[in-house]
Nanobody, 122 residues
Framework: VQLQASGGGLVQVGGSLRLSCAAS????????MGWFRQAPGKEREFVAV????????NYADSVKGRFTISRDNAKNTVYLQMNSLKPEDTAVYYC????????????????WGQGTLVTVSS
C-alpha cells in the first residue's frame, strides 16, 4: 500500500488542523492504520491507531482528548483531527499501515507515508 499524507501547516496555539492520509495500491480495509510524529531532535513517537473497521482506537496520553483518529474505508483515507494544538505538537506527522497487529509500536508498521509538517506557533 502507498500512503500520502497531507493537511499540515502553520497554526496558532489552540487552533485545529485535520490531517489526511490517502492510501492506494491495495485493500485499505485490511490494514490497521496509525499516526506517528517526529519533532526535531527527537525520536518518532506514536500518536494514534485505528483498527481495520474503525471500531477501535487508541491514543498517546499526550494527545488524548484533543486528537481524533478516524477512517473512511470507502475513500481509502485515514484522518487525524487535531484540536487545542500546543507548541509541543509541532512535528512532522506520518501515517503508517500495519498488516497484522493493532499496536503503538512503530516497528510493527511496514508502510509509511512521506510526512506532513505541523507547526504550532505561540
Amino acid at each position: 500500500v502507498q500512503l500520502q499524507a497531507s493537511g499540515g501547516g502553520l497554526v496558532q496555539v489552540g487552533g485545529s488542523l485535520r490531517l489526511s492520509c490517502a492510501a492506494s495500491g491495495s485493500t485499505f480495509n485490511s490494514y490497521i492504520m496509525g499516526w506517528f510524529r517526529q519533532a526535531p531532535g527527537k525520536e518518532r513517537e506514536f500518536v494514534a491507531v485505528i483498527s481495520r473497521s474503525g471500531g477501535s482506537t487508541n491514543y498517546a496520553d499526550s494527545v488524548k482528548g484533543r486528537f481524533t483518529i478516524s477512517r473512511d474505508n470507502a475513500k481509502n483515507t485515514v484522518y487525524l483531527q487535531m484540536n487545542s494544538l500546543k507548541p509541543e505538537d509541532t512535528a512532522v506527522y506520518y501515517c503508517a499501515s500495519s498488516s497484522y497487529i493493532y499496536t503503538a509500536d512503530r516497528r510493527t508498521y511496514d508502510n509509511w507515508g512521506q510526512g506532513t509538517l505541523v507547526t504550532v506557533s505561540s
